[in-house]
């Protein structure tokens, strides 16, 4: 092999080694992209499925909560729901909650009501 032919094989390969490389980039950025393309919701259908324990939760957040029954729950009503909750498991009333009070408070709650 001449030494002509040999740099002529060189650079070649410099040339083909990146534009490989370029291919396959650009073939593995497609399929990411194409994969992190969410599908449109379809126009005119109701809004998406929800979960119906998180709207129980929501329900009954707003039911203890929302004092004045408006739809909202002001600051005072956030405020005032977890100062009487405050209140409640600190039985003892002495500003303080423990882990014995929160574990205390914990099991009541999942005891049945009782009968009367």
Known sequence: MTEKSMEVKLMVRSKIIPFVIGIVLLMCSSSLFAQTQ????PRGGGPPERDPRMEQYINRMFQDMDTNHDGKI???EWMSFY??????IDKNGHG????????SDMM???RPPRQQ
């Not at 100062?83 to 409640?88: D, L, T």
Request: a positive charge; aromatic letters at 8%; hydrophobic letters at 15%.
């Open 38 to 41: 969410q599908q449109p919701p």
């Open 74 to 76: 002001s600051k005072s």
């Open 83 to 88: 100062e009487n909750r405050f209140r409640k």
């Open 96 to 103: 303080y909650i423990t882990k014995d009070d929160v574990r």
């Open 108 to 110: 009541e709650m999942q």
